[in-house]
């Protein structure tokens, strides 16, 4: 067992699960590769994208999820979840709440909060030409390159950690533009 979260947008009472974008529950199965749930979040909170791409890099799909979070209050939210882990909000709550709109079968109240893992898999398809399949924790699988033996991708289990060893700059750079 684990510490199993979900993304959720305070504001708006909406929950992305994990497993329904092929990622794991736990934090670091959710982070670190290119399709992860920390992709998905850099992509709702895109506020410069969010009336399509205005660059290069930008994301091109045009998607009208893409940039909606910008501004909002977000967090991860686990089922170890405490009432004062989000300031003014009880986590525990909203968590319970986030569990039951993406368990409808269930049958318990939502309280107006909503599953949007559906979208979201049709904004990452758009985006990354990606495909989803199976039931329960999906698999994730390329449609523009696929693997010599067509297998799905598979997340990190692990977080990706860089250690940067900068060189050592030589002289004085205080008097050269934007190094002070």
């Given at each position: 067992?684990?510490?199993?979260?979900?993304?959720?947008?305070?504001?708006?009472?909406?929950?992305?699960?994990?497993?329904?974008?092929?990622?794991?529950?736990?934090?670091?199965?959710?982070?670190?590769?290119?399709?992860?749930?920390?992709?998905?979040?850099?992509?709702?909170?895109?506020?410069?994208?969010?009336?399509?791409?205005?660059?290069?890099?930008?994301?091109?799909?045009?998607?009208?999820?893409?940039?909606?979070?910008?501004?909002?209050?977000?967090?991860?939210?686990?089922?170890?979840?405490?009432?004062?882990?989000?300031?003014?909000?009880?986590?525990?709550?909203?968590?319970?709440?986030a569990?039951?709109?993406?368990?409808?079968?269930?049958?318990k109240?939502?309280?107006?909060?909503?599953?949007?893992?559906?979208?979201?898999?049709?904004?990452?398809?758009?985006?990354?030409?990606?495909?989803?399949?199976?039931?329960?924790?999906?698999?994730?699988?390329?449609?523009?390159?696929?693997?010599?033996?067509d297998?799905?991708?598979?997340p990190?289990?692990?977080?990706?950690?860089?250690?940067?060893?900068?060189?050592?700059?030589s002289?004085?750079?205080?008097?050269?533009?934007?190094?002070?």
């Open positions: 067992m684990g510490h199993y979260h979900y993304l959720v947008n305070l504001d708006k009472k909406q929950v992305v699960h994990p497993h329904e974008i092929g990622n794991g529950l736990k934090l670091c199965e959710q982070i670190g590769w290119e399709y992860s749930t920390s992709t998905v979040l850099g992509m709702l909170i895109a506020a410069s994208c969010s009336k399509g791409p205005r660059g290069g890099g930008d994301f091109l799909s045009g998607h009208p999820l893409i940039g909606s979070w910008a501004g909002n209050r977000i967090a991860f939210v686990g089922d170890y979840a405490k009432r004062a882990d989000i300031p003014g909000c009880n986590a525990k709550r909203i968590r319970a709440l569990g039951a709109a993406c368990h409808p079968d269930l049958g109240p939502t309280c107006g909060w909503i599953n949007i893992s559906p979208q979201v898999r049709e904004m990452m398809t758009h985006e990354f030409s990606i495909s989803y399949a199976g039931e329960g924790w999906l698999a994730i699988k390329t449609a523009s390159k696929p693997t010599a033996t297998q799905p991708i598979q990190n289990r692990r977080p990706i950690r860089l250690l940067l060893n900068a060189p050592e700059t002289g004085d750079n205080s008097r050269k533009p934007g190094l002070k």
